[in-house]
């Protein structure tokens, strides 16, 4: 089979998150000939979340016009946007090669971003899409005044569970702890609903159903049982950052983040992590953008 012509890039952003977006951005403006590779999942997470909170200028918007904003800011930048997920990464030693997507890059910035965290029960995966949904903008409006149940106690939890509680007659939130992780604002605003309830310190044993989701079974810390209707459930207990790209002796924390310095370099010269591939990410599209601005300026530094 013919090989693909190699293009020879100064950057190559992987992943078109909003992390990516704003790397492949940032490097654009700094002169940098960059390409930003995108596996199909434009926007990444934020793409489905209903409104936007704590980024200043968007607060409220969708998450899909904000990705569509920064993809025309990029676009504009004059980044070469290439649709393809990136297969394979290879250090050369002085440049970084691509060899699935026919192409080099100087430097390049890891922006894959990370995958919801699953909770691994009993029914889980067989009712995945029938009732299991990490998508509540998605799939909320199929259970439309019926009971649902969120599992979770972080930002995205409730604001899931807020965007629900809109649609559904009651949900109830599933809660390991007894205290939530979530900003107060979310939690002020569940607390003011009637139609929210509340299980702490308690874990999902099992999803039951057939050809739907008809309850789940539930332990309290204290032993108690308890088996909840509901007609879907919605867990948002957290993110994997997904780093298979990087070679397997980089850098990594317990969860597979990434490991960084301040200019968001990795143990690996010329490798880049960004927004939620990498440890310790604040967990905001601020946050996100932040870390991609500050690797654009140190490749554009080194280059
Ligand atoms: C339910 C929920 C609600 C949230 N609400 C808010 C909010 O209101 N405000 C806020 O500030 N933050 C919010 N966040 C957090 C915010 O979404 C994240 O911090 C941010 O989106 C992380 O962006 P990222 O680009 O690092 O990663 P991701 O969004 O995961 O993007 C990574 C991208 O890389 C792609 N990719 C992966 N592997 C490859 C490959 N091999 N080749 C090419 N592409 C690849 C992925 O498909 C994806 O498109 C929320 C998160 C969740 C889960």
Redesign the pocket.
């Known amino acids: 089979m013919a090989r693909a012509p190699r293009t020879t890039h100064q950057v190559a952003v ?7 977006l704003a790397a492949a951005t940032e490097a654009a403006h700094c002169g940098l000939k960059t390409a930003l ?3 199909g ?6 793409t489905n ?1 209903a ?5 200043p200028g968007s607060e409220g918007a969708t998450g899909a016009d904000l990705v569509n904003t920064m993809l025309g800011a990029a676009l504009e930048a004059g980044v070469d946007y290439q649709p393809g ?3 394979e990464l290879a250090s050369m030693g002085s440049h970084w090669n691509l060899p699935g997507n026919g192409a080099t890059a100087l430097r390049v910035i890891l ?4 995958e ?1 965290r699953t909770l691994g029960v009993p029914g889980e995966e067989a009712l995945t899409g029938r009732g299991v949904s990490q998508c509540a903008f998605c799939d909320g409006g199929l259970y439309k005044g019926k009971d649902v149940a969120v599992v979770g106690g972080g ?2 939890a409730f ?2 569970a807020l965007h629900l509680a809109e649609l559904c007659a009651n949900v109830t939130m599933i809660l390991r702890g007894r205290k939530p992780r979530a900003r107060p604002a979310f939690v002020r605003q569940t607390a003011d609903l009637s139609n929210m309830h509340f299980r702490w310190n308690t874990d999902v044993q099992e999803i039951i159903g057939s050809d739907g989701v008809d309850a789940v079974r539930l332990t309290e810390q204290n032993g108690d049982e308890e088996t909840l209707s509901i007609a879907a459930i919605f867990p ?1 207990i957290g ?1 994997a950052p ?1 780093t298979n ?1 990087a070679p397997a002796d980089a850098a990594r924390d317990d969860d597979g983040g990434l490991i960084v310095d301040t200019g968001m370099q990795t143990d690996q010269a010329g490798l880049y992590a ?4 990498r440890t310790n ?1 604040g ?6 953008i932040a870390d991609a601005k500050s690797a654009a300026h140190a490749a554009w530094r080194a280059i």
């Open positions: 992987i992943g078109a998150g909003i992390a990516g590779f995108d596996d999942r434009l926007g990444g997470l934020i979340v409104a936007v909170h704590g980024h997920a990136v297969t922006a894959t971003g990370a919801l930002d995205g604001q899931e948002f993110l997904r790209l960004v927004g939620a591939a990410h967990g905001q599209v601020v946050h996100a």
